[in-house]
């Protein structure tokens, strides 16, 4: 029985078939054609059209329930459609394809036996797949799972059987034919392995969702590639990740868990879904040619990770709290690239985004980019940690609340909104500390700890923070006029001594005691101490010169009861702001 109605214009036409339970057909074909529109072919509610034999898709959308004994030949017209087609013979059955035109949704609920590709038919397109039991063979190069939807589907179901992936991957490519969000579920058993994986999830205007079920992992055999939509789901690979130009991030996991070496192949900064390294043995690393990786959240569990030698940004859009990189063991290669935490929020809730790691993780160079609309986003360590940077440090947007220690130069951008994170300057040689546009910023303390070279600052720096501690140990900080140190307020200024002090001048406001921690070469400290100002907005400027005062200040030019004025070093104390007169 041939059903091949033709539309003669151009509205979309449903056209209904309606049996009994004892009708029964031999073969059916569905060859429902139109030159414009959509032409859909329906079984009535609760019917199932049973043939003995073959089926056959030649043209048309199938909304309804075929179930058939003998095999299933799909041709070019065919439309998909919302309905089943289901084999459900206890003997073998052959499906055959065109390409990758495709048919409504296919069950296997065969008692017996497969169903297996023709010979010469090396790819299958299907709108959804659900295996019930008995065993399907995919096709040898792609099976396609997806077409066009408007609604919440279970795009691959099993329940039971054997899925044999033939060595050929599926591509879960729905598309959302509307305006409508739609999440597409991916439900397996723990013996379910796919080959190679791919998402490929597209929408014109919307979210195109990819889930699997609580607590359902999908395990590929080798590759997963991310080509469109959002994966919310837990994908295993054991060959490499391909990020192609539609990914759309995700708040799922791709695992990488092969024992030998995989790689990385990815599109500028498109970003998939969260990374997990949970190798037994051998590395994960880019492929040549691969300088950018972009994903929504990190983690090192075990094995080898190779970061980028570009940036490696971790974060996207998240409306929740949570960790943003946890390394829990293995090893983290930093490749002299650049990691960039850079997620936003997606609503107008705060969030808060953790960095967890261990002793042995190294960053090069790292930039804190958390950036909201309307709201804060802050990074945060585990109480501990230390980030440690060994050559660039960038605190762009956001607020950061964790320890960073860095061996090269630190800057701080306008869009930066402070946090209580200590910064500890280690490095070997000289490092510039730049706050242009940014001077009153940096909020957490600041510690001097460098094995050789200065800190020299490019711009004012203003630590006005209550409670804020500028921290000497080792090393000095460098200012100037004009790139000047200001201690607010509650600032406390401590540890300072020949190897560590300010060769500059530093400013002070407050109505406190203090010692200005300055002094000149390398190892000459000279503190000043003034006794309290009347007022917390009072402001002196103190700086120690290493030099004969005249003839700026001639030394024969004193009080009476000044025996001698030194001619080997001065200090200069000037009072910039207030009327307090204060005890040296």
């Known amino acids: 029985v041939s059903f091949d109605p033709a539309i003669n214009g151009w509205s979309a036409s449903t056209f209904t078939i309606d049996v009994n339970s004892s009708t029964l057909f031999n073969s059916i074909e569905v060859n429902a054609s139109t030159c414009c529109t959509q032409n859909v072919i329906a ?6 059209v049973h043939s003995d034999m073959d089926f056959t898709h030649t043209d048309g959308f199938i909304s309804g329930n075929f179930e058939f004994k003998g095999n299933l030949t799909i041709n070019s017209g065919a439309d998909g459609g919302s309905g089943w087609l289901i084999a459900d013979a206890a003997t073998p059955q052959v499906y055959s394809s065109a390409s990758k035109y495709r048919t409504c949704g296919l069950m296997i609920n065969k008692s017996a036996n497969s ?3 023709a010979s010469g038919t090396t790819v299958l397109a299907v709108q959804r797949f659900n295996l019930i039991k008995g065993d399907f063979t995919a096709p040898s190069s792609i099976f396609y799972i997806g077409g066009g939807w408007n609604q919440n589907v279970n795009l691959y179901a099993q329940t039971a059987g054997v899925f044999t992936h033939n060595s050929g991957a599926v591509s879960f490519d729905p598309y959302i034919n509307g305006w409508s969000a739609s999440t597409f579920n991916i439900d397996v058993i723990p013996t379910t392995l796919f080959y190679s994986v791919e998402i490929n999830a597209s929408s014109c205007c919307n979210q195109n969702i990819i889930n699997t079920l609580s607590g359902d992992t999908v395990h590929a055999e080798k590759d997963f590639t991310h080509t469109d939509g959002y994966i919310s789901g837990k994908f295993s690979f054991k060959g490499d990740l391909y990020v192609n130009s539609g990914a759309d991030g995700g708040n799922g996991w791709a695992v990488a868990e092969g024992s030998g070496l995989q790689n990385y192949i990815s599109l500028s900064n498109y970003r998939t879904c ?10 994960f690393e880019s492929k040549s040619g691969t300088t950018t990786l972009c994903v929504q959240r990190f983690k090192l569990s075990t094995g080898s990770f190779t970061a980028p030698s570009g940036n490696f940004y971790i974060g996207g859009g998240w409306n929740e709290n949570i960790y943003l990189f ?39 160079n790292l930039n804190v980019n958390l950036t909201t609309c309307c709201s804060s986003a802050s990074l945060n360590g585990i109480a501990g940690d230390t980030l440690h940077v060994s ?8 607020i950061c609340n964790t320890m960073m220690d ?4 630190v800057s701080v951008s306008s869009g930066f909104d402070g946090g209580t994170g200590t910064l500890v300057f280690n490095g070997t040689t000289d490092q510039s500390f730049n706050l242009t546009n940014a001077t ?17 600052l490019l711009s004012p720096l203003i630590m006005d923070y209550n409670g804020q501690r500028l921290i000497f140990q080792k090393g ?32 002070k406001i407050g109505n406190d005691v203090f010692t200005f921690p300055i002094g000149t070469n390398d190892s000459l400290y000279a503190p000043l101490r003034i006794s309290a100002p009347s007022l917390v907005t009072d402001k002196f400027v103190a700086e120690y010169i290493h030099t004969n005062p005249d003839p700026t200040y001639n030394v024969s030019s004193k009080d009476a009861s000044i025996i001698n004025v030194s001619t080997c070093e001065y200090w200069t104390l000037q009072r910039t702001s207030g009327s307090s007169n204060v005890s040296v």
């Open 326 to 364: 946890n390394h829990v063991a293995g090893s983290f290669v930093n490749n002299s690239g650049t990691v960039i935490f850079d997620p936003y929020i997606n609503g107008w809730s705060a969030s808060t985004f953790t960095v967890d790691v261990i002793p042995s993780t190294r960053f090069y």
């Open 476 to 507: 000095l900080i460098v200012s100037t006029s004009s790139e000047l140190l200001t201690l607010g307020d509650n600032v406390v200024a401590s540890g300072a001594s020949d190897s560590s002090f300010v060769l500059g001048p530093v400013s």
């Open 43 to 48: 079984t009535a509610v609760g019917d199932t």
């Open 274 to 283: 969260g990374l997990m390294i949970n190798k037994p043995s051998g590395s």
């Open 406 to 409: 860095c061996g090269g130069n």
């Open 440 to 456: 009153s910023y940096f909020n957490g303390d600041i510690k001097v700890n460098k094995a050789g070279g200065k800190v020299r």
């Open 115 to 117: 169903m297996t590709p």
């Open 391 to 398: 050559n660039l440090l960038n605190y762009q947007d956001g």
